[in-house]
T-cell receptor, first 111, second 112 residues
């Protein structure tokens, strides 16, 4: 059953800690994306990758890092440099002209 | 600057009537447009898309219209059903870089 999986569903981070959010897809999609959703802000693009070993910054990349070592995987690290990390994070994959599939999201809370 | 704009934060429509959600964009390089439906604490679900070579695409109760000269697209839902109550996001992409930009969303309420 093809799909895109985000884990964990809920994540708590202490001040000053780095945390990594997982995103795995078995849809054979080349492109993968990370978005952040805040109330009233819609979905804002953090990073995206069109191909393995390559990625580009989105509109709000500061304080985040990514890697794309495998086609199936696009983990997002929220670093201590991200001043307001509490948000709902969404991963997506797809192909231009054929739509994009989203995961079910990870809610990150700073405690 | 917002490249994809959904100017109505919310919309209320009577069950059985037509719901029309609007979206404007500024980047003339966008050539693929999508609509997503989202419930709280879930990922968005793809509804319908349209490429810039078309001006209309229909899928069941959902129709998307694209007016390239006005840089405007709209989603029509006919007839509206209670399960359609959700937040709807408009998104746009350019084939040259695969970057997808979303609007802020419109919350649709279907009234009984």
């Amino acid at each position: 059953d093809g799909g895109i999986t985000q884990s964990p569903k809920y994540l708590f981070r202490k001040e000053g800690q780095n945390v990594t959010l997982s995103c795995e897809q078995n849809l054979n999609h080349d492109a993968m994306y990370w978005y952040r959703q805040d109330p009233g802000q819609g979905l804002r693009l953090i990073y995206y990758s069109q191909i393995v070993n390559d990625f580009q910054k989105g509109d709000i990349a500061e304080g985040y890092s990514v890697s794309r070592e495998k086609k199936e995987s696009f983990p997002l690290t929220v670093t201590s440099a991200q001043k307001n990390p509490t948000a709902f994070y969404l991963c997506a994959s797809g192909t231009w002209g054929y739509g994009y599939t989203f995961g079910s999201g990870t809610r990150l809370t700073v405690v | 600057d917002q490249q994809v704009k959904q100017n109505s934060p919310s919309l209320s429509v009577q069950e059985g009537r037509i719901s029309i959600l609007n979206c404007d964009y500024t980047n003339s390089m966008f050539d693929y447009f999508l609509w997503y439906k989202k419930y709280p604490a879930e990922g968005p679900t793809f509804l319908i898309s349209i490429s810039s070579i078309k001006d209309k695409n229909e899928d069941g109760r959902f129709t998307v219209f694209l007016n390239k000269s006005a840089k405007h697209l709209s989603l029509h839902i006919v007839p509206s059903q209670p399960g359609d109550s959700a937040v709807y996001f408009c998104a746009a992409s350019a084939s040259r870089d695969d970057k997808i930009i979303f609007g802020k969303g419109t919350r649709l309420h279907i009234l009984p």
